[in-house]
């Protein structure tokens, strides 16, 4: 059984205009995304800016509530969620995010920050200051760390501290946006084995944000690259990479700088994304599409191509 | 043709000096693309800025020069420094939503540009020279660019627009810091392909400073590698790449994620960049380093030339010479 299962998720956006804050349209930021996570994997949403991978995150997370659509996890609809009920979902599902500057709180102590998890869910059991130093550990960090302020770090130390105070609750989902995006490369490798072997040591399930597909290749068991909304490609890692379909998949591919021998078609896609206010209609990807056809006026639908393997274009 | 000779740069800060480039040389023809490579703390941008004679007050470029066409940039005064800037050396910054004034019209700002350093003083000739720099960039409409405010062009039409207004008073260097970096993947490859035709066609001397080396291994002949302000490495980009002599480039390139590897871990750098005002003593990289020898830790290795390149460490210097 999947651990977390989306079903036609889809977030709109208001847009207001005026005195009166009249409603003038919407942004349709997820357009009807659907896929699950089973347990202790890792699932990739892959896409560029504007294409709804962190919007459906923050849906998954209650930070935001969807539209329409469904979450459940392990079963039970997320959306439905109040009280104590709630409280037990966001115990099992945490979130690191881009920027540990932004996300950690500059006034306290490490040592108070990663405590803080077990301080608000009244975990008795536990010494919190063994915990606390057994999770620094974990997660790689000296114990004195514990007696500094998060400006006093380094990025990838600051990621850290945030990757414990994450973990200390034993969720079983951990949502990562853009985990690694702000770090130079030497660390981000660092960070990415750490959640390789977090993965392993505590039976974890991730949902990974990312814009590349390289990072993917390394930790993620399924892909989905999502463009204006949509899901436009969802493989099994090593079946995306082998036989990519969707022509803006090609498009990433291609675009991943040092790639010019690859094996794959090479594609490259035509003006800027367009608004998702104001989304082309048929395929979305038409107007920039090298590959278009007439039957691209039409909407594809997402079908099973081959095992594992799932693609949203006309050409297949 | 621009070179730099034994560059040093340090900032003053209430917090101690800083010595943010420490002796670095190179040499860039026209026509020709340099990549400067490093992680954040290398001085990359530090040595872009000097090289734009665009310092900030509190830097010092203590020893060293930058030579563009024979003249030292390095000891011009404000005023010859505000000629010279644009007209021999211009900029891209990464953010080009940060390099606009909100407040002007791009038809204005890039009008002022060449008023100033065109020396245009007709309005429909500055307006003529902003559309036709418009139009080296490859964008599309121009004119209706001109009329539009810089929060009305999305980021990589901002880019494009940046980009001309560098190349607008016809400088002879290009120092382009990082100006991919904001942008999504896709868009990144037509700035990339812009800036290499840019190079060609007008033969500007590009500087292209990046923290990633894929896409150096697109844009330039040649890549420097820089490491806590020191120059590690300098040579032809493919030698550099495929056969990397400076430990530091070897366990760079092994580091970064790559789509034709993985699944599994990936094999970091040990440790992190050091602290700016305490770096470690002889080779700076000796503490993080898997070839490290007792040797490392008392003597800064100097830069010695090796199969075409340039490469500072001590496994190349003499009788150890091609160890790896």
């Given at each position: 059984m999947s651990l977390l299962d989306v079903r036609g998720l889809v977030k709109y956006f208001p847009v207001r205009k005026g005195v009166f804050g009249r409603v003038v349209g919407y942004v349709k930021a997820v357009d009807g995304v659907s896929f699950s996570i089973g347990e202790n994997e890792v699932f990739a949403l892959v896409g560029e800016s504007g294409s709804g991978k962190t919007t459906t995150a923050r849906c998954i997370l209650r930070l935001i509530e969807p539209t329409r659509g469904e979450i459940l996890f392990m079963g039970r609809d997320v959306t439905k969620l109040k009280g104590r009920e709630l409280k037990w979902y966001r115990r099992n599902v945490q979130a690191v995010f881009q920027n540990p500057f932004l996300s950690l709180n500059p006034r306290m102590k490490v040592k108070d920050l990663v405590a803080e998890p077990l301080k608000v869910y009244r975990d008795q059991a536990q010494d919190v200051e063994r915990a606390v130093e057994e999770h620094l550990e974990m997660v790689g960090l000296p114990r004195e760390v514990g007696e500094r302020y998060p400006l006093e770090l380094s990025g990838g130390q600051a990621q850290r501290v945030a990757i414990a105070k994450a973990i200390i609750l034993r969720p079983r989902l951990v949502v990562l946006d853009e985990p690694t995006s702000a770090l130079d490369v030497s660390v981000q490798a660092q960070i990415l084995n750490l959640f390789l072997d977090l993965k392993k040591e505590l039976k974890l399930s991730y949902l990974l944000i990312t814009h590349d597909l390289s990072v993917v290749k390394y930790v993620s068991d399924w892909v989905a690259v999502m463009y204006l909304g949509r899901i436009v490609e969802l493989a099994r890692t090593e079946e995306l990479f082998e036989n990519p379909l969707h022509p803006y998949t090609l498009a990433l591919l291609s675009s991943?700088?040092?790639?010019?021998?690859?094996?794959w078609k090479r594609i490259e896609l035509a003006g800027e994304p367009p608004s998702a206010l104001n989304p082309p209609k048929g395929c979305r990807l038409r107007p920039r599409c090298p590959l278009a056809f007439e039957k691209c006026h039409e909407e594809p639908q997402l079908v099973e191509y081959s095992k594992e393997h799932w693609v949203s274009c006309w050409l297949y | 043709m621009l070179e730099v000779r034994g560059l040093h740069v340090s900032y003053y800060t209430l917090g101690g000096v800083i010595r943010a480039v420490r002796g670095v040389s190179f040499r860039v023809s026209p026509g020709k693309g340099l990549c400067i490579v490093g992680e954040s703390g290398s001085g990359k941008t530090t040595l872009g800025l000097a090289i734009a004679g665009a310092l900030p007050p509190n830097a010092r470029a203590s020893r060293g020069s930058v030579r563009i066409d024979g003249a030292n940039i390095l000891e011009l005064g404000p005023e010859d420094l505000e000629r010279v800037r644009g007209s021999l050396v211009s900029m891209v910054f990464q953010d080009p939503a940060a390099s606009f004034n909100p407040l002007f019209t791009i038809g204005q700002t890039l009008g002022d540009i060449a008023r100033h350093k065109l020396g245009l003083a007709e309005r429909s000739e500055a307006r003529e020279a902003a559309l036709a720099a418009l139009r080296r960039v490859g964008m599309p409409d121009p004119e209706r660019v001109l009329d539009a405010y810089p929060h009305e062009l999305s980021g990589g039409m901002l880019q494009r627009v940046a980009i001309a207004a560098a190349i607008l008073p016809r400088p002879k260097v290009l120092v382009a810091d990082e100006p991919t970096t904001m942008l999504d993947v896709t868009l990144q490859y037509q700035i990339l392909k812009l800036l290499n035709r840019l190079k060609e066609t007008l033969g500007l001397a590009l500087v292209f400073i990046t923290h990633n080396l894929g896409i150096a291994a697109e844009v330039c002949e040649d890549i420097l590698v820089l490491y806590a302000g020191h120059m590690v490495e300098l040579g032809p980009t493919d030698k550099v790449l495929e056969e990397p002599l400076h430990p530091y480039t070897q366990a760079l390139i092994e580091c970064i994620p790559r789509i034709d590897r993985g699944p599994g871990r990936l094999k970091p750098i040990p440790g992190s960049m050091p602290d700016p005002r305490r770096l470690p003593g002889g080779c700076v990289f000796h503490p993080r380093c898997p070839h490290v020898m007792d040797i490392c830790r008392e003597r800064d290795p100097r830069p010695v030339a090796l199969d075409k390149r340039v490469v500072s460490c001590l496994l190349y210097n003499g009788e150890k010479g091609g160890a790896r």
């Amino acid at each position: 059984m999947s651990l977390l299962d989306v079903r036609g998720l889809v977030k709109y956006f208001p847009v207001r205009k005026g005195v009166f804050g009249r409603v003038v349209g919407y942004v349709k930021a997820v357009d009807g995304v659907s896929f699950s996570i089973g347990e202790n994997e890792v699932f990739a949403l892959v896409g560029e800016s504007g294409s709804g991978k962190t919007t459906t995150a923050r849906c998954i997370l209650r930070l935001i509530e969807p539209t329409r659509g469904e979450i459940l996890f392990m079963g039970r609809d997320v959306t439905k969620l109040k009280g104590r009920e709630l409280k037990w979902y966001r115990r099992n599902v945490q979130a690191v995010f881009q920027n540990p500057f932004l996300s950690l709180n500059p006034r306290m102590k490490v040592k108070d920050l990663v405590a803080e998890p077990l301080k608000v869910y009244r975990d008795q059991a536990q010494d919190v200051e063994r915990a606390v130093e057994e999770h620094l550990e974990m997660v790689g960090l000296p114990r004195e760390v514990g007696e500094r302020y998060p400006l006093e770090l380094s990025g990838g130390q600051a990621q850290r501290v945030a990757i414990a105070k994450a973990i200390i609750l034993r969720p079983r989902l951990v949502v990562l946006d853009e985990p690694t995006s702000a770090l130079d490369v030497s660390v981000q490798a660092q960070i990415l084995n750490l959640f390789l072997d977090l993965k392993k040591e505590l039976k974890l399930s991730y949902l990974l944000i990312t814009h590349d597909l390289s990072v993917v290749k390394y930790v993620s068991d399924w892909v989905a690259v999502m463009y204006l909304g949509r899901i436009v490609e969802l493989a099994r890692t090593e079946e995306l990479f082998e036989n990519p379909l969707h022509p803006y998949t090609l498009a990433l591919l291609s675009s991943i700088p040092g790639t010019k021998k690859a094996k794959w078609k090479r594609i490259e896609l035509a003006g800027e994304p367009p608004s998702a206010l104001n989304p082309p209609k048929g395929c979305r990807l038409r107007p920039r599409c090298p590959l278009a056809f007439e039957k691209c006026h039409e909407e594809p639908q997402l079908v099973e191509y081959s095992k594992e393997h799932w693609v949203s274009c006309w050409l297949y | 043709m621009l070179e730099v000779r034994g560059l040093h740069v340090s900032y003053y800060t209430l917090g101690g000096v800083i010595r943010a480039v420490r002796g670095v040389s190179f040499r860039v023809s026209p026509g020709k693309g340099l990549c400067i490579v490093g992680e954040s703390g290398s001085g990359k941008t530090t040595l872009g800025l000097a090289i734009a004679g665009a310092l900030p007050p509190n830097a010092r470029a203590s020893r060293g020069s930058v030579r563009i066409d024979g003249a030292n940039i390095l000891e011009l005064g404000p005023e010859d420094l505000e000629r010279v800037r644009g007209s021999l050396v211009s900029m891209v910054f990464q953010d080009p939503a940060a390099s606009f004034n909100p407040l002007f019209t791009i038809g204005q700002t890039l009008g002022d540009i060449a008023r100033h350093k065109l020396g245009l003083a007709e309005r429909s000739e500055a307006r003529e020279a902003a559309l036709a720099a418009l139009r080296r960039v490859g964008m599309p409409d121009p004119e209706r660019v001109l009329d539009a405010y810089p929060h009305e062009l999305s980021g990589g039409m901002l880019q494009r627009v940046a980009i001309a207004a560098a190349i607008l008073p016809r400088p002879k260097v290009l120092v382009a810091d990082e100006p991919t970096t904001m942008l999504d993947v896709t868009l990144q490859y037509q700035i990339l392909k812009l800036l290499n035709r840019l190079k060609e066609t007008l033969g500007l001397a590009l500087v292209f400073i990046t923290h990633n080396l894929g896409i150096a291994a697109e844009v330039c002949e040649d890549i420097l590698v820089l490491y806590a302000g020191h120059m590690v490495e300098l040579g032809p980009t493919d030698k550099v790449l495929e056969e990397p002599l400076h430990p530091y480039t070897q366990a760079l390139i092994e580091c970064i994620p790559r789509i034709d590897r993985g699944p599994g871990r990936l094999k970091p750098i040990p440790g992190s960049m050091p602290d700016p005002r305490r770096l470690p003593g002889g080779c700076v990289f000796h503490p993080r380093c898997p070839h490290v020898m007792d040797i490392c830790r008392e003597r800064d290795p100097r830069p010695v030339a090796l199969d075409k390149r340039v490469v500072s460490c001590l496994l190349y210097n003499g009788e150890k010479g091609g160890a790896r």
